[in-house]
């Protein structure tokens, strides 16, 4: 037994040694402006604070953790269609700190919620190799009893909405979602999203879902942009 305890602590020596040279051969730097820092240098990660509000979708509230400006854009790309764990652990805290206002905001029944994720596109989760928000929501969910089920699917083809205008966005997404027929039905769903920008996406999901008689209580998105004309 000692000898196998020694065995483990010369383990963990090597990879600390280990990640000693890779911090000299490879330093870590600001996922933002690329400074020589940890994940968020100090001028970027106050950029990137906690700033929580709540924006209203057919009488929903929708609670987002930050507001999208040059620091989360930067960290959401990386996170997104690159693939960056470290980027992929901000947006996961700021979906968790926007969970956490909304669970304040609950009673009793509605306590008992199914997150569910709205889906990028199949063309997305291919070039991406991944379902990105239902990956993102399953991060989010791990330390809590909530379920995560992918209910919401594309019933027809939609433009990247990046570079459409509200009206245009809207236009898009209107009957864009179906439901996927389940035996389970969850009783209260919490949408899950990585940005609100107009709630075109999210009106829509929020439609299909309470035309498929499910009962959407609210919504959490980790960024809030700034409202498009």
């Not at 602590?9 to 280990?18: A, F, L």
């Not at 968790?96 to 997150?115: D, H, M, N, P, Y």
């Not at 769903?189 to 990585?194: G, K, P, R, S």
């Amino acid at each position: 037994m000692a000898a196998l305890q020694n065995v483990e602590v010369k383990s963990e020596e090597n990879k600390n040694r280990w990640r000693g040279l890779q911090e000299l051969i490879f330093p870590s730097r600001c996922i933002s402006c690329q400074s020589l820092d940890s994940s968020l240098c100090l001028i970027c990660s106050s950029e990137f604070a906690l700033q929580l509000q709540d924006s209203y979708l057919s009488g929903i509230t929708i609670t987002s953790s930050r507001i999208y400006g040059k620091v989360a854009k930067r960290i959401l790309l990386a996170s997104k269609e690159d693939g960056m764990v470290r980027s992929d652990e901000l947006v996961v805290k700021a979906m968790q700190q926007a969970l956490g206002s909304f669970q304040r905001q609950i009673k009793g029944e509605k306590k008992c919620v199914t997150l569910v994720p709205i889906p990028s596109t199949p063309q997305s989760n291919r070039r991406r190799g991944r379902d990105y928000m239902r990956h993102i929501a399953d991060q989010v969910t791990r330390a809590t009893s909530f379920r995560v089920e992918s209910i919401l699917s594309h019933g027809r083809r939609v433009r990247d909405q990046s570079g459409l205008s509200a009206q245009l966005r809207a236009s898009n997404m209107e009957g864009a979602f179906v439901t996927v027929e389940r035996t389970r039905r969850p009783r209260n769903i919490l949408l899950v999203d990585d940005l609100l920008t107009t709630g075109a996406t999210m009106t829509e999901a929020i439609r299909a879902l309470e035309a498929s008689g499910f009962c959407v209580i609210g919504g959490i998105t980790a960024f809030l942009a700034q409202p498009l004309r």
